[in-house]
């Protein structure tokens, strides 16, 4: 039986894929690589606009320390000014579903 020499274990092939200096955006809607330039303290993803405090294990190893909780507020409050039409659709519907029935 010949031995495989380009055969990676398990391990090893994740090792391939491990991306030093990026990490994914925490909203779970988005989920964006995230790229911070080194030494900075916030970065903002470019798709959802969300922003996250950054923490440097390392001069090249970021990790996110939480939210930038001014700037998510402000745009959970404007998600939130845009819901109630939608809302007053869906209840209507609701409502005109269930009193057929009488």
Not at 33 to 51: F, H, I, N
Not at 64 to 84: F, H, Q, Y
Request: glycine share 8%; hydrophobic share 30%.
């Amino acid at each position: 039986m010949a031995v495989e020499v380009d055969k990676k274990s398990g391990a090893e092939a994740l090792r391939e894929t491990r991306t030093y200096g990026k990490f994914r955006c925490h909203n779970p809607s988005c989920m964006g690589r995230l790229q911070p330039a080194a030494g900075d303290k916030t970065v903002k993803c470019p798709l959802c606009s969300m922003e996250f405090r950054v923490h440097w294990i390392r001069p090249d190893f970021p990790r996110i320390r939480g939210p930038v909780w001014e700037t998510n507020k402000k745009l959970a409050m404007e998600a939130m000014n845009r819901k109630p039409s939608e809302k007053t659709k869906t209840s209507k519907k609701k409502r005109g579903a269930g009193h057929g029935a009488e």
